[in-house]
Nanobody, 127 residues
Framework: QVQLVESGGGLVQPGGSLRLSCAAS????????IGWFRQAPGKEREGVSC????????YYADSVKGRFTISRDNAKNTVYLQMNSLKPEDTAVYYC????????????????????WGQGTQVTVSA
């Protein structure tokens, strides 16, 4: 069964850090581009960061550049999103998603392009 499971969310104070994990089962993540997306209440889902299957390409939304870092551990079949200097506006449900591209350099922040989704993990940034 193909599955993605996010973890690592929680409540953190402004300026704090969290590391989200996205563990895959039923398939090998190393062949797939991975994206992290988030959705705040009343807002559209937005792309946060993505990484290509070769790890050579990464993209970040302007709102998180310099604060978030995406990485993967193929041995653990897991992708991470390190989030530093968190702000209240980062509060959202965070999702990971995958898509296969034959070109190992491609990744995409368009949520409509993704094929497999996790269930999400809540991140709340509040004092």
């Amino acid at each position: 069964q193909v599955q993605l499971v996010e973890s690592g969310g929680g409540l953190v104070q402004p300026g704090g850090s969290l590391r989200l994990s996205c563990a895959a089962s039923g398939f090998a993540l190393r062949f797939y581009a991975i994206g992290w997306f988030r959705q705040a209440p009343g807002k559209e889902r937005e792309g946060v960061s993505c990484i290509s299957s070769s790890d050579d390409t990464t993209y970040y939304a302007d709102s998180v550049k310099g604060r978030f870092t995406i990485s993967r551990d193929n041995a653990k079949n897991t992708v991470y999103l390190q989030m530093n200097s968190l702000k209240p506006e980062d509060t959202a449900v965070y999702y990971c998603a995958t898509r296969y591209y034959s070109d190992s350099l491609i990744c995409d922040l368009d949520y409509n392009a993704m094929e497999t989704w996790g269930q999400g993990t809540q991140v709340t940034v509040s004092a």
